[in-house]
């Protein structure tokens, strides 16, 4: 041993001799034609089956019911089995779902405290103030939602490739009482806050106002208010980001839009599902189509919502009852954000050139020069504003011949002055109705003027597009969104200096952050000079003289 510590060949020689005599079972493989050096390299172990044998369980406990014996093999042959979803997908499906299990178990521990000692305390907007205030609760639940549609496409995926994994899910919908999917599930944590607070707004309508749980009751209302619109913007936002992702995929490679998409210089300000409709000349509705419209900073885009299902048709619908799949978009069009205008009923004229504008017919575009009969080509609610014309025109006829009725010397039957009054009241009750039947279809309609194509003389001919939302809110978002986009893209809001380029004909914006000096005016001390962000958000350089006045 004492040569094996000294670390010489020698001795490890020896050390190595010593142990093979003290062992009877350890002998050197002897091999012909091995040099030495591998001879002192291999060991053969024999291990005698007598002294051990191969792993098996031991003998079955007496007395055990056929329960247990069942629950024993399940603990023991589960292990086994095979895995319809790796402990890395399962992290990434379930996450930070034990943190809100653990949140709410808390919370379930004080309610049940609480409970018990109502008779001397009855008051319970505490616990929940308490229990959700903590900022322990936003990021936790932040990073769940914001995890949810990554969560959600790979289970999408596991059940497109493993047929295993979408079987149990279907047997454990089978088995559930309610029947609620995987999806369900997964939405329940989220819908737990506004479930929480009908339940406070409930407490609070039968609550005294001098009681004393009065005051936490609406604490706690307002706190979970609070926390629940800061997940809905962040689950918005997270759905924008997802919409966006799909909307790349769907863009070829080679596009200039997917390059444009991906440079990370666009943001998503709004995406909607609108209607599209196209009329006719007469004003009727010839078809309407579901749209997806992407508002980016500074583009425009429209795509087509593709809902067909593709080779694995029956496997995509039995998955599509258990997790929703998410649409497929085709880019019909998209164009230069300060190109689009919003056209309101009765602004043509001063928008656009009639002779310029490409009515959408059928899915076609129709040029309507001044040769054709203009006055018979509305779009739908222009088509009713153009009658409310006709009938102010009429009334100021009819109030002429009013007027010269009144100038009659003699009597007539049916050409008196109550006969035209009433002509008048007609009238004025007709353009009241059409006003309205204006108002209301104005309400949901989304007009747009795009850039088209220029014709064979080069004159540019824009196109009309007409967007039904879902509600009037909905349009007023969209025309409120497109002008301060717009407005955000002026030369004076974004500012940055503009160097000129080596040939000295063009010039290209030079972004650089803010940066502001301060140098005192009247000092004769050393200037310091303290370089700091502006606040305001400017890109430029900014010098500020401080001093006494």
Known sequence: MKAARSGTKDGLEKTKIAVMRKVTFLHRKEAPGDSEEEDMGFLEVMVSDMKHPPPELGPMPDGLSPQQVCSRVKAVGKPMEPKALSARKCQVVFF??????????MFQIALFSRVAEWDAMEKIGDLFVASFSKSMVLDVYSDYVNNFTNAMSVIKKACLTKPVFLEFLKKRQMASPDRVTLYGLMVKPIQRFPQFILLLQDMLKNTPKGHPDRLSLQLALTELET???????????????????QLIRSVSDRSSLNKLLNSGQHQLLLCETLTETVYGDRGQLIKSKERKVFLLNDMLVCANINFKLFPLCRGQLEISSLVPLGPKYVVKWNTALPQVQVVEVGQENSTYDKDNMVIQNAGAKKHASSSQSSNKMYLGPPRLFQELQDLQKDLAVVEQITLLISTLHGTYQNLNMTVAQDWCLALQRMMRVKEEEIHSANKCRLRLLLPGKTDKSGRPISFMVVFITPNPLSKISWVNRLHLAKIGLREENQPGWLCPDEDKKSKAPFWCPILACRIPAFSSNALDLQVRTQPAGCPCLALSFVGPL
């Open 96 to 105: 930070r779902l034990k943190e809100i299990l653990h949140c709410h178990s």
């Open 227 to 245: 926390l629940a619109e800061k997940l809905n913007e962040q689950k918005r936002v997270a759905d924008q980001m997802t919409e966006i992702q």
